[in-house]
């Protein structure tokens, strides 16, 4: 693996940590319905919490590659995932060409 890549990797894993961090605090977070005015504020919270739940796991699945050094690889193609890709989004488990 070239040392651009396992940088890449650094910078994904430290993304990843800080995503996991960040989505753990938000869905911990204490809802309560309030009245009127509030309550598209309230929903589109429930909308985001929902998102990042079912995100969580993705970014776990992750984490795991990296520690088991298979991180970035397509689970279709079998290829390097796109740099810019896993910069996006970098819980993604497949290429741009696998789509």
Not at 42 to 69: E, M, V
Request: charged letters at 35%.
């Amino acid at each position: 693996m070239s040392e651009s890549r396992q940088q890449l990797i650094k910078v994904c894993e430290t993304k990843l940590k800080k995503l996991k961090k960040d989505y753990l605090d938000i869905i911990s977070e204490d809802y309560e319905f309030r009245r009127s005015d509030k309550f598209y504020r309230n929903q589109h919270s429930i909308f985001k919490k929902a998102r990042i739940r079912n995100t969580l796991p993705q970014i776990s699945k992750a984490l795991l590659k990296i520690k088991l050094g298979t991180y970035g690889v397509c689970e279709k193609t079998g290829e390097e995932i796109e740099s810019q890709r896993l910069l996006a989004v970098p819980w993604t488990n497949i290429s741009l060409k696998a789509l």
